[in-house]
């Protein structure tokens, strides 16, 4: 699974928020992170994530 990798929380930095491949399209994703306790609404469309927070 060398095409993978994890994608950081936008708010903690913590590393394994979200496993991703190349091909990954998400809308609207709702992901809770553990290091900082919060949930986000995700997103990915191309290369760059893009997040909202929930709480």
């Keep these: 699974m060398g ?3 994890w994608i950081s929380c936008p ?3 913590y590393k394994h928020f979200i496993k991703r491949r190349k091909d990954t399209v998400l809308i609207n ?3 809770w992170c553990k290091g900082c ?3 986000y609404n995700i997103s990915i469309r191309a ?3 893009e997040f909202e927070s929930l709480s």
Excluded: S
Aim: glycine content about 6%; overall charge positive; hydrophobic content about 15%.
């Design 3 to 5: 095409n993978t990798y």
């Design 11 to 13: 708010r903690c930095g």
């Design 29 to 31: 994703f709702p992901a």
């Design 37 to 39: 306790k919060k949930e």
């Design 47 to 49: 290369k760059e994530p």
